[in-house]
């Protein structure tokens, strides 16, 4: 299965401990999201690469979280200092950005549901 | 404030009816998406439309754009129990931002 790959797919932790979840992006796709998912809402949007360079992030990530995509490849999400609030589902998703064509399809992960106790 | 807004939030009905989802806005979208997800998975995407006015079929499935480009619709005909899921769209205002997501229609179709 040659999909965007989240690991791990599950993390309960205790409030104020750091958590780093990771993505692995289709092979050939440029760009590469994170969104966060609460229960009863649809994703929204945290950050997102181009390569290595993160081009965009939202007011929703707060100091206490950091991504990076070091190589371009894959990419990990890191969030400090756990609050409860922190639990949700981590969603990736991954596409391929062309020059001239004004529309990209982006393929999720099966996401990383956080739990904080 | 939700620039997608999607309806029915809940929708429960016998399988081999047909039912429509809507997913409307203000905002002008150069392409829209539909996605389906089941319980602690990510979403999976049905379909992208891109032209006002554009249709497309995915077997019992139909997707319509509107001609504005600011609101869609998902028609599913005699629906199946494998039908079942959080259905969601998403928008992007342009071709190179994030996707604005509803927050689904949650469908269940009961043998």
């Known amino acids: 299965d040659t999909g965007v790959s989240q690991d791990p797919r599950h993390k309960i932790t205790k409030r104020g401990q750091n958590v780093t979840f990771r993505c692995d992006p289709i092979s050939e796709h440029n760009r590469l999201y994170w969104y966060r998912q609460t229960l009863g809402q649809g994703p929204e949007f945290l950050t997102y690469?181009?390569?290595?360079?993160?081009?965009?992030k939202s007011r929703l990530l707060s100091d206490r979280f950091s991504a990076e995509r070091p190589k371009g490849s894959f990419s990990t999400l890191e969030i400090q200092r756990t609050e409860q609030g922190d639990s949700a589902m981590y969603l990736c998703a991954s596409s391929l950005a062309s020059k001239g064509i004004n529309q990209e399809t982006q393929y999720f992960g099966p996401g990383t549901r956080l739990l904080v106790l | 404030t939700q620039l997608l807004e999607q309806s029915p939030q809940f929708l429960s009905i016998q399988e081999g009816e047909n039912l429509t989802v809507y997913c409307n806005s203000s905002s002008v979208f150069s392409s829209l998406q539909w996605y389906r997800q089941e319980p602690g998975e990510g979403p999976v995407l049905l379909v992208t439309?891109?032209?006002?006015?554009e249709v497309k079929k995915l077997k019992r499935l139909t997707f319509q754009f509107g001609d504005a480009r600011k609101d869609s619709s998902l028609h599913i005909t005699a629906a199946q129990p494998g039908d079942t899921g959080l259905y969601l769209c998403?928008?992007?205002?342009?071709?190179?931002?994030?996707?604005?997501f509803g927050k689904g229609t949650r469908l269940s179709v009961i043998a």
């Open positions: 439309v891109v032209t006002g006015g």
């Open positions: 690469f181009q390569n290595e360079a993160q081009l965009e």
């Open positions: 998403a928008g992007a205002r342009s071709g190179n931002t994030p996707l604005v």
